[in-house]
């Protein structure tokens, strides 16, 4: 009986992280209360629920794609926390001011504020209250820019609550500039009249950009009714964009239209959009102002890399080590400018500065280059490991033994770029070469069956080009074996190989084992440490 209900709760754990991950944060949004109403009833009312978006595909940070940017490793704690654990940490105070409602967040932002003793940030008004984070005009152009009322709002104190004339997704310099968001810093903080456009580049203009934001439990309900209506959502949508958009007084139904931003267009986005923007038109959005506040996000390979390696403040704010709950050569300690997270490393490896290990175990003659990143992998030959380097392996069961495939990119290759004819594919590049150079090298054919996707959408993150081995160390050296035909253009012949997409390594991954070799890595830590403590 208790295997077929664990059997059950996985069955439904997988089709709702499939749901969520193909309709997009808003529509795992609206999923999770129709489940809070199904499991609880009306009890549900009452109660102040955590949403935490556990990170989608991840594909601009793969190594989180397995498991969830949720639960991305941090360099601190021993052993070590992961961003749930911060996440929980930050928001400990929240629930003791907040009415009964929805607090939605992201997995992969760390927000980090200062206000005075007898300053409380409170979640009680009607509507959506959302914080908001000064930042740079170049920071709002990739996050939610709020257009605050300058009535409600004077730029004085640690902590201010106003209200939004209005709230634009990822906007450019020039829609800020013109829609009244931007701020100049001076004797006293003010917002600039709309339309007025001084110097870009001054240093003391800046938006005030989203993070966290709350539904109260009325709207909440309204959302629910709407989902329960629309049945089977066709599209993707988003908590942000596409709830925020259609929010206070200065809210128009133009960016419904207005696709530009969504990774993932379909045909009934636009009609959704417009049902959404007609439910939530008049609804208020509260803003809480944290001048002393920083906004920090790491769900990129670029911004994990700098805030984890580099001078960066949020390594300084949490005091990040360079080496966490680690077996690390002493030899090797004085270096700063890395990140070691819950990983063996044996005397003999060198690890270049910038780079991430994360719950991974390396051999004595293993070399990583700079700004690179190695995530549950298995090294035990020598090997010499470029710059700029991704390596991340899963354990997947395709039948129903476990093998092993290791996804190899450059960290500046862009998995989320796809075309649609296979005569564009020149146009993805893989670690600096083209895919068709690339294809060229490995002995594999560019045709339709080397991709995965159902719906013509071709890039790297769906090419069927890592090898399955039987052990985890094997597909690390397969997998390198492959980038090291594309960096000194000789040939590495992939076609006698059961081949799998990215795509395809997150449908058959084995969590479980994944969890295991973690496991292991963490019993031996503990063991080591043991056995010194005995020795001395």
């Known amino acids: 009986m208790g295997e077929r209900s664990a059997a059950r709760r996985e069955d439904t754990a997988r089709r709702l992280a499939r749901f969520a991950a193909l309709r997009g944060n808003g529509g795992s949004t609206l999923h999770a209360l129709r489940c809070l109403e199904e499991q609880y009833g009306d009890q549900w009312t009452s109660f102040t629920v955590l949403l935490i978006h556990s990170g989608g595909y991840s594909q601009r940070l793969p190594s989180a794609s397995a498991l969830g940017k949720i639960f ?6 021993d052993p070590v926390y992961q961003m749930l654990e911060l996440k929980l940490a930050m928001y400990i105070d929240f629930p003791r001011h907040m009415k009964p409602g929805v607090l939605v967040t992201c997995s992969d932002d760390i927000e980090l504020y200062s206000t005075g003793v007898t300053e409380t940030i409170t979640f009680d008004k009607p509507g959506f209250t959302a914080l908001a984070h000064p930042s740079d005009l170049a920071v709002g152009t990739t996050h939610g820019v709020f257009v605050l009322d300058p009535s409600s709002f004077s730029g004085k104190g640690g902590l201010e609550y106003g209200s939004c004339y209005r709230f634009l997704h990822k906007p450019d310099v020039e829609t800020m500039q013109q829609s009244g968001a931007v701020c100049v810093r001076g004797d006293r903080t003010q917002l600039r009249s709309p339309g007025s456009c001084g110097d870009l580049a001054v240093a003391s203009e800046y938006v005030y950009t989203d993070s966290v934001f709350y539904i109260d439990h009325s709207t909440a309900q309204q959302l629910l009714q709407f989902y329960k209506q629309v049945g089977t959502l066709c599209c993707e949508i988003d908590a942000y964009g596409d ?18 931003n969504v990774s ?16 939530l038109q008049g609804t208020a959005l509260n803003v809480i102002v944290l001048n002393n506040s920083q906004f920090y996000h790491i769900g990129t390979t670029q911004e994990y890399l700098f805030h984890f390696t580099a001078e960066s403040t949020l390594r300084f704010e949490l005091d990040l080590q360079p080496v966490a709950f680690s077996i690390f050569p002493d030899t090797a300690k004085t270096l700063d400018q890395l990140s070691v997270i819950q990983s063996v490393l044996e005397p003999g490896c060198v690890i270049g500065p910038g780079s991430v290990i994360e719950y991974s175990r390396i051999g004595p003659g293993v070399l990583v280059g700079k700004g690179s990143i190695v995530s549950g992998s298995y090294i035990n030959f020598n090997v010499d490991i470029p710059s700029d380097c991704f390596l991340s392996s899963v354990g997947v069961k395709i039948t129903n033994r476990v093998e092993y495939v290791t996804m190899a990119f450059g960290v500046g290759d862009d998995l989320k770029k796809s075309v649609k004819l296979l005569s564009d594919i020149h146009c993805l590049q893989f670690f600096g070469a083209t895919l ?38 094997e597909s690390v050296r397969m997998s390198l074996n492959m980038l090291n035909a594309v960096q000194h253009k000789s040939a590495f012949k992939l076609s006698g190989f059961q081949l799998l997409s990215v795509e395809e390594m997150l449908t058959y991954k084995d969590v479980e084992d994944m969890l295991k070799f973690r496991k292991q890595i963490y019993d031996e830590i503990c063991l080591q440490r043991q056995n010194r403590m005995k020795s001395t």
């Open 264 to 279: 993932k267009e379909d045909s009934g986005l636009v009609a959704v959009r417009q049902q959404l923007y007609s439910l």
């Open 243 to 260: 709830f925020l958009q259609a929010l206070g007084p200065g809210a128009t139904p133009d960016y419904t239209k207005n696709t530009s």
């Open 72 to 77: 991305t490793a941090l360099p601190l704690g």
């Open 436 to 473: 068709p150079e690339c294809l060229d090298l490995w002995n594999l054919e560019a045709s339709d069956q080397l991709f995965s996707s159902e719906d013509t959408r071709l890039g790297l993150w769906t090419a069927r080009i890592f090898p399955v081995c039987s052990t985890l160390s």
